[in-house]
C-alpha cells in the first residue's frame, strides 16, 4: 500500500526557511516523479515542484529561485528547501505522487505558516 | 500561461444531478483530471484522462470535454459528496495547472 507521511511544517518568521520532509512506503521514491502541492488558506491547489525520475525538476514561478526539491534514496524520502519563505507561502503542503500528468497519491499534508 | 476557470459554488438536492465546469482554452484537446477535497482531508483523484474513475471512486462520477468545457457530473448525488472538486490539466507551458475549485453543497 502506497503511504506518504509529511512532516517538518511549522511557524517561521518572513525569510525564514523550513525543510520539509516526506517518507514515503510501498513504492520506490527513486523511480518515481514525486511532488509538492500547495494550498493557502481560502485558496485552491497549485504544484509548486516536481522531482522526476532522472532528477530533473519544476518550480512553479512562485518559488523559483527560492524553493529546492530533492530525496534521500536510502531512506526514501522526499524533501522540500524552502528559503526566503514570505507570508504568501502560508500553505498547506501536500507530497503526492504524480503518474506523470496527474497526481494519484497524497500525503495528509503540513501546514506551514510564515508571520512575525 | 495556461489558466483553468471553476465557477465557485454548486448547488445540488440530495439524489439529484450535479454538474460542474472547467474552462480553459481548447481544453478538449488536453486529459483532464478531477479532483474531490474535503477539508482537513488529502484531495482524492476521482476522474483522470477525462472520464477514467480510479478503483474504489463510484460510477455516479464520470467526466467529459469539449471544445473550451470539461465537465464533472456526478449523479444521485449524497450528503458525502459535499466537498471542493478541482479540475487540472498538464500543459507544456505551464506544467500541472489546477483549477481554482468549485465547492459542491448537497441540499
Known amino acids: 500500500e502506497v503511504q506518504l507521511v509529511e512532516s517538518g511544517g511549522g511557524l517561521v518568521q518572513p525569510g525564514g526557511s523550513l525543510r520539509l520532509s516526506c517518507a514515503a512506503s510501498g513504492f520506490t521514491v527513486s523511480s518515481n516523479y514525486m511532488s509538492w502541492v500547495r494550498q493557502a488558506p481560502g485558496k485552491g491547489l497549485e504544484c509548486v515542484s516536481v522531482?522526476?525520475?532522472?532528477?530533473?525538476?519544476y518550480y512553479a514561478d512562485s518559488v523559483k529561485g527560492r524553493f529546492t526539491i530533492s530525496r534521500d534514496n536510502s531512506k526514501n524520502t522526499l524533501f522540500l528547501q524552502m528559503d526566503g519563505l514570505r507570508a504568501d507561502d502560508t500553505a498547506v503542503y501536500y507530497c503526492a505522487r504524480p503518474e506523470y500528468e496527474y497526481f494519484v497519491h497524497w500525503g495528509q499534508g503540513t501546514l506551514v505558516t510564515v508571520s512575525s | 500561461s495556461y489558466e483553468l476557470t471553476q465557477s465557485l459554488s454548486v448547488s445540488v438536492a440530495l439524489g439529484q444531478t450535479a454538474r460542474m465546469t472547467c474552462g480553459g482554452n481548447n481544453i478538449g484537446s488536453k486529459n483532464v483530471h478531477w479532483y474531490q477535497h474535503k477539508p482537513g482531508q488529502a484531495p482524492v483523484l476521482v476522474i483522470y484522462?477525462?472520464?477514467n474513475r480510479p478503483s474504489g471512486i463510484p460510477d455516479r462520477f464520470s467526466g467529459s470535454h469539449s471544445g473550451n468545457t470539461a465537465t464533472l457530473t456526478i449523479s444521485r448525488a449524497q450528503a458525502g459528496d459535499e466537498a471542493d472538486y478541482y479540475c487540472q490539466v498538464w500543459d507544456s507551458s505551464t506544467a500541472w495547472v489546477f483549477g481554482g475549485g468549485t465547492k459542491l453543497t448537497v441540499l
Open positions: 522531482i522526476y525520475s532522472g532528477d530533473s525538476t
Open positions: 484522462r477525462d472520464n
